[in-house]
């Protein structure tokens, strides 16, 4: 498990192709490394790896099987690619963020920027599957760092983060541009909510189902938009 609070940025130092598999060497900041052992698990961009090669007191090597290359953005990286990690979590550790499972929901399109000398804001697609898990105010992990929605538009299929200068300093969204991809995992409290009510709701109305979805469609509405779960406490 992870917090979302990001410890650093690693720059990707090489990269080895094989058959259904990519590895990457990674070079960490000073320290992030200390008592690091085969077999741990680091967040890379959000991503769940485990370490398979420790090169050197700032070096580690990752395995990555052909699935996670086609979800997630690492399978676009390149030698000098930087990117957003942390160390998975100790048991009684502080979770500043919210717990992540380092497994991403779908990788999505860095729709537009707007930067002041303080804050940034990104707006990021949605898919169409995953709208109905995101609401203003609720939790949302880009490329591993745990971030709060600020403005949502499901309809238009599109969400809003801010930034402020602690994590522009300590993650690469400062290099990030519109049009880049990102990493996202939802939150699971959230999608659990979601996903029960809505189903419980289907199963109460039965018939009636199809003849509230064309009221509200003259509304502008739709069931999920009636379902929304409180917002969690961080």
């Not at 290099?175 to 809505?198: F, H, P, Y």
């Not at 379902?227 to 969690?232: A, H, T």
Request: glycine residues 8%; negative net charge; charged residues 25%.
């Amino acid at each position: 498990m992870f917090t979302g609070i990001i410890q650093g940025i690693a720059t990707i130092r090489a990269i080895d192709d094989r058959e259904g598999l990519r590895s990457f060497t990674l070079e960490f900041p000073a320290g992030f490394c200390q008592d690091l052992a085969l077999g741990a698990s680091v967040s890379v961009d959000g991503v769940c790896l485990t370490v398979t090669t420790l090169v050197s007191p700032t070096a580690a090597a990752f395995d990555v099987i052909l699935q996670s290359l086609n979800v997630t953005t690492l399978g676009g990286y390149r030698v000098g690619s930087r990117v957003n990690v942390e160390r998975a979590a100790k048991d009684g550790a502080e979770i500043g963020g919210h717990p992540l499972s380092g497994h991403i929901d779908f990788s999505t399109a860095l729709a537009s920027v707007r930067a002041s000398d303080n804050n940034k804001v990104l707006r990021v697609e949605i898919p169409p599957d995953f709208r109905r898990y995101i609401f203003a105010k609720g939790y949302i992990a880009i490329n591993g760092a745990s971030l709060t929605v600020s403005e949502a538009d499901r309809a238009a299929g599109w969400f809003e983060v801010w930034l402020i200068p602690e994590t522009r300093r300590m993650t690469v969204f400062e290099d990030k541009q519109a049009g880049d991809r990102l990493n996202i995992e939802i939150e699971r409290s959230t999608q659990v909510l979601v996903d029960t009510v809505r189903e419980a709701v289907q199963e109460s109305l039965g018939d009636l189902r199809p003849a509230l979805e064309a009221l509200l469609a003259e509304k502008g509405l739709a069931l999920d938009d009636l379902v929304r779960p409180p917002v969690l406490p961080r």
